[in-house]
């Protein structure tokens, strides 16, 4: 295991670049988002003519810092990086983050050369360099953050990103969806710590179950291969691939300096060793939650129950088209599921597969019966139910009640159980659709916005195991 | 041009079918959309035993109605119809809405006799019917609605669906986005009324410039096919087909009794006649919305300019995987670039195409001239602009920016100009990107949630002119 322990949890920061212009990057994703995130170790501003930033004290130089210096953040011009590593190496700086850019990743041999000068001055000095052209790290436990609205609750989820930018939207789009995160490193151009080291260090933490990495290129095929092996051996691994088309490829070269190789290079070597490929961002957040909330699938035959006719139609041509099989119930099975819904009770319903409830799905104890009954048939691997949010007050106190049924069954059953929320824009629906799918979370339940994702992740899911 | 104007025009309507229990979905759909909706013309309440419901005056039967009824919607029982359609002959009734369930889409002799029965007595009658087992019809400019939270502004999109519920989703999925309808009508098991009369109507409607449709079977292939035909001539047409796959088409014969045919011949058929064929809702306003607001495409090279490198490199793989062109630009166009978006501005942009604009995207000055510059390139056929709404007050000022510089730039240049606005779950996000979104499309801007719904729409759009 690599002795990367403690650059989650640095007891004390410098920040080189923060500036008295608020709109400044680095007083934006370092001072405020240390400060708002509640960073409660040593904190310190580096600048050479400034005495007060933001009512802390400032230093001019690393080395007049007084204590200890575990860390520093780095956002001045590149220019003028050499100096400041050579500063770190005689403070004795643990790790330097270089959020500054413009280095390999421009192309030029300028560039190139500033890179590959920080990097030895770092090497020879027994300095650890993140970066640089990255945003740096997430830990909620240590409160090290470089965006103030990431969750502050910690969770299961390790992330390895190349990109800051995707980082910080991932995150995001996770953290909507009830995702957290054990840690997350935005490494940028990773002229020193890279993809195969941090994927070492996510395999042997055992805060983190589940690994994901967005990863643009490497410079050492062979270690990243190692790392991927023994990733996988251990726990869940997902891929998301920046520059897997050549004109992909292409503009990641150009983003973070990296050697990307061809796409059926990477796409084989994920396949053979069993890490899970996505190809965007909300890819990654579909399949995050299966492995967070559903044990092994046994095969892709889907029990499908939920509100409405046409939905049932469509929702079974999405799941076919995307390698799931929506058999028709046996006739037993619909008799046990029409005497829970008579025809008297609502004419609209139908018991084949999907098992359209119709307007019974509103009535919390029809809805749980009926789910129970799929969720207990052999013949599925696993329930798909769904439901749109309707508008209006009433309608979400319908939706509330039958997520509340759906949950509390859930907790019956021992089949997989996922679910589509289908929803529009109109934020009034958007908002109950925000509430539940946390909900949903926390009760183990994975939520998905359509059955185009739904059915894509699963997919995937059921052929991770199929391995 | 079949005759069917005045059915969205009654001067009066009778509701059969309603009640003192509120949760009865004849009340919610019809009493409650109707009033609140702002149906002016006349509405009386047909029940045999209630002499009050909601305040109105209740009738026990439509003979006893004082005035003349143009339409009368059902919702009593199936099997209580046929009464009810032949008093509705001896009124002299103009239309019949059957939201009764319970006929051929039953699959049992009984509910397929009944509808016979019931189209049999309208015919002679000279009554027209829509449906059964449908919602109806929603026409904003005559007040007359299901749902009472549809847009109450008409627009120019026509809408035949032959699922209620699919209806409901889709009116709201694209009222989100900012499309507005001219007519819709959810027609059900098209005992009468079906898919071809309304595709006759609304080619020869001058207020609807698209037509879209849902439909899961036909019992007229030639008519069909003819009103296909002549409507691509004069409009748009985009077709969803409900029961695509085998198993989805299992599912609308139970939905709405449709024969659906196999999906080669319906998707064959699309294609010939020049319908752009879509699968599921999304996909359907994300082709709305090229259609109401963008010119036809003249190839699909794509000029992309937006926030972030991480999302440059992703937004280049979706859009290549998708079938559109990201070519590099050539030295010229990317030193004019350089010159607007000088490195010492800020170092993380590339000009390349993408051309990423880093933090300078947040600055509206300097955003609008970089993307006039890109849109006024002749070696692209269109622009598409992408930006990630950011999270916290500083954040939502930053986007306002930046898409009003994108909607006051898009008013001096020629090309084509769509926009991925990437969102997250996260209610205040959310509702920034909603009101975003439509400021947009009242702009004349489509705007995408992902790059995956931009490319895919565009790539058919695309293809749809290459014919």
Request: include cysteine.
């Amino acid at each position: 295991m690599p002795d990367l322990e403690y650059i989650f949890h640095p007891k004390s920061i410098a920040i080189a670049g923060a500036s008295r212009n608020p709109q400044n990057p680095v007083n934006f994703f370092y001072l405020n988002a240390l400060t708002q995130f509640g960073y409660e170790e040593e904190l310190y501003l580096i600048h050479p003519k400034a005495s007060e930033l933001s009512g802390l004290k400032v230093y001019p130089s690393i080395m007049d810092v007084p204590g200890p210096v575990d860390h520093v953040i780095c956002g001045i011009r590149a220019s003028l990086t050499p100096q400041l590593m050579r500063e770190c190496v005689a403070k004795g700086v643990k790790l330097v983050q270089l959020f500054t850019a413009g280095f390999s990743e421009t192309g030029q041999e300028k560039g190139i050369r500033l890179e590959r000068e920080i990097a030895e001055i770092a090497r020879q000095g027994n300095v650890r360099v993140l970066g640089p052209n990255c945003l740096g790290i997430y830990c909620p436990d240590s409160r090290v953050s470089y965006v103030s609205s990431f969750p502050k609750e910690s969770g299961s989820v390790g992330f390895l990103c190349q990109s800051g930018g995707n980082s910080y939207d991932l995150i995001h789009l996770g953290a909507a969806r009830g995702v957290r995160f054990s840690k997350v490193v935005s490494y940028g151009n990773a002229s020193d710590i890279n993809e195969a080291e941090l994927l070492e260090y996510f395999t042997h933490d055992p805060q983190t179950k589940v690994i994901i990495g967005y990863i643009e290129g490497t410079r050492d095929g062979r270690r990243l291969t190692n790392a991927l092996q023994k990733a996988t051996e251990a726990k869940p691994v997902i891929m998301l691939k920046g520059g897997a088309t050549e004109a992909g490829n292409r503009v990641a070269a150009s983003h973070t300096g990296a050697l990307a190789g061809s796409n059926a290079t990477w796409s084989s070597l994920f396949h053979q060793l069993g890490v899970m490929q996505v190809y965007d961002l909300q890819e990654m957040v579909d399949s995050i939650l299966l492995f967070l909330h559903l044990k092994p699938l046994t095969g892709r035959k889907a029990g499908l129950i939920g509100i409405g006719g046409g939905c049932s139609v469509l929702a079974t041509d999405v799941c076919t088209r995307e390698g799931l099989t929506i058999v028709p119930f046996p006739l037993e099975l619909r008799e046990k599921l029409r005497e829970i819904m008579p025809d008297e009770l609502d004419p609209g319903t139908s018991m084949r597969n999907p098992v359209d409830v119709s307007g019974l799905g509103w009535y919390p104890d029809i809805f749980s019966k009926a789910l129970e009954t799929v969720a207990n048939y052999n013949g599925i691997d696993f329930v798909l139910t769904y439901v749109t949010v309707p508008i209006g007050k009433g309608g979400s106190r319908r939706v509330n009640g039958h997520i509340n049924s759906l949950i509390a069954t859930k907790k019956r059953v021992d089949k997989p159980i996922a679910t589509v929320l289908q929803r529009n824009d109109i934020p009034e629906v958007a908002n109950v659709a925000f509430n539940l799918q946390n909900k949903c979370a926390q009760a183990g339940i994975p939520v998905f916005p359509s059955f185009d994702q739904a059915a894509r992740a699963i997919n995937r899911f059921a052929q991770h195991y199929e391995r």
